[in-house]
DNA sequence: CAGGATCCGCTCGGATACTG
DNA sequence: CAGTATCCGAGCGGATCCTG
């Protein structure tokens, strides 16, 4: 149990599963992608309008490592103008059940932090 | 749902309450750390050797961040030399159950996705 | 429409040295 | 022992402009 987290073991493959895992995903974009792509099929801008804050350039590369690491799939239809659609993989459904929890906890939970915050 | 992670709710409290949490232990060793609390006390130092790649800065930092949003509990005893003691508070303990399930998943399917990278 | 290329500021995080 | 102060480099992420 605690060496769950150890970061020693080998040289090859990534020392600690979950670090790999978590640090990919803990950028300020990926959670947030991956929740918005939950249960349905979206186009880049769609996308890009339905996030907001996100810069174009951060979406792109974020969607990228996503469907590298498999979590997404990418459809091109060979159309003019290029239509480009987005979905989870059998792999990114699975994560968000785990997420989920994690994010009902934050709904649950976010009065408590920002009181304790605000005692500083 | 789609407006789960909306982010033009409001002026004064944080606009969405997830990305308002998960944003502020997305950081490299918030989680970790947290996992590292889990069941037991633990002082500086030897919480700085366990984790091992961490340097006393962030180690720092990143408890007293914790310790202000609640999650984890100082103590401090009037020694000298001084001794302080860290552990998870109940919030900090009830935020490792969906924390874990997600452990569990990154355990689970860490292989799959080195598969996927890998596979370019 | 769906992006890539370029530039650039800002924050995260490490190293080192110092303090009560 | 348990930190804080200072300095600094690397990389994340935004803005803007360009392309197929």
Same mark, same amino acid.
């Given at each position: ?5 150890? /970061?020693? #073991? #080998?040289?090859? /493959? ?13 950028d300020?974009? #990926?959670?947030?992608?991956?929740? %918005?792509?939950?249960?349905? %099929?979206?186009?880049? %801008? ?16 974020t969607?990228k ?14 159309? %003019? ?5 987005y979905?989870l #993989? /059998?792999?990114?459904?699975s ?13 649950d ?12």
């Amino acid at each position: 149990m605690t060496k769950q987290f150890d /970061d020693t #073991s #080998s040289q090859f /493959d990534h020392p600690c599963p979950i670090r790999d895992v978590l640090d990919r995903i803990g950028d300020q974009w #990926s959670l947030l992608i991956l929740k %918005t792509l939950e249960n349905r %099929t979206i186009r880049f %801008t769609a996308l890009h309008k339905e996030i907001g804050d996100i810069s174009r350039q951060m979406l792109s590369r974020t969607l990228k490592k996503l469907e590298k690491d498999g979590y997404i799939v990418r459809t091109i239809y060979a159309e %003019t103008p290029p239509r480009v659609e987005y979905a989870l #993989s /059998d792999l990114g459904q699975s994560f968000l059940k785990p997420m989920n929890a994690l994010i009902t906890w934050a709904n649950d939970n976010h009065k408590a932090i920002n009181l304790a915050r605000r005692k500083s």
